[in-house]
């Protein structure tokens, strides 16, 4: 069975449509349906990281189909070497590969480091609040407004508590319950990620800001269900 070499210029070509158009269509294109946009945007890099995978699959195939198909007395001859040059296509593929993976980790190694020095003051310096809708919440004392939510739990700065009315705090709680819910954490550390691994492409650069402003709406929509936009909006001014 001959390797589908025709899947290669397709998977290529689905790649360089990704990271060319993706930027020029889908930017602003799902502010009123923010989940959908948020499926759509992840869909369309996964599935170009996907069509990569594809393309050195059927490379390392076609070698194998081309080797087989060589018999012993052809070791030596032209046709030998055109298949041993043809047969550093996916090594160089996957070497490159390799060491933009080696690159990314050295990249990344200062964040996870810093994260990782970061997180100890942050939980040294927090205690519990109270439990919102089956989600732990608890302050942090910090000197200004401040709410994060984790994939377990929301933090809030002792400041914006204070500062905040009942109705206030309620909305913003509602808006962080979300992103917990909703798993909005780890959707921002997957779009930066793929923007670690392809910095120099402004598709992913407009992954990562798209994102971040869908889950935003999301979780704003989600608070108005049981919020006000007046109440909302009164207090996401001590945030900014």
């Not at 004392?141 to 939510?149: E, G, H, Q, S, T």
């Not at 109705?167 to 808006?175: K, N, R, Y």
């Amino acid at each position: 069975m001959n390797a589908p070499l025709l899947l290669i210029p397709l998977a290529i070509e689905w790649v360089i449509l990704v990271t060319t158009i993706a930027p020029l269509l889908l930017v602003g294109r799902f502010r009123s349906r923010p989940r959908i946009g948020i499926l759509v945007w992840f869909t369309t890099f996964l599935t170009a990281g996907a069509s990569v995978l594809i393309a050195v699959f059927v490379a390392l195939w076609a070698y194998t189909d081309t080797v087989s198909a060589l018999s012993r007395d052809e070791i030596g001859s032209g046709r030998w070497v055109i298949a041993l040059l043809v047969s550093f296509a996916p090594w160089i593929a996957l070497a490159v590969g390799g060491i933009s993976l080696a690159l990314v980790n050295q990249k990344l190694e200062p964040l996870v480091k810093a994260s990782k020095e970061v997180k100890p003051l942050l939980d040294l310096s927090k205690s519990p609040f109270e439990d919102f809708m089956g989600v732990p919440v608890s302050t942090v004392d910090l000197p200004f407004a401040y709410a994060l939510a984790t994939s377990k739990e929301i933090l809030i700065s002792r400041f914006a508590v204070d500062h905040l009315s009942k109705d206030e705090l309620a909305a913003v709680l509602w808006h962080e319950l979300c992103h917990v819910r909703e798993k909005h954490f780890a959707l921002k550390r997957l779009a930066r990620l793929i923007l670690a691994l392809s910095p120099i492409l402004a598709a992913s650069r407009a992954l990562v800001q798209e994102i971040e402003i869908l889950v935003e709406i999301a979780a704003d929509n989600f608070a108005l269900r049981y919020s006000n936009r007046q109440t909302l909006s009164q207090a996401r001014k001590i945030f900014s």
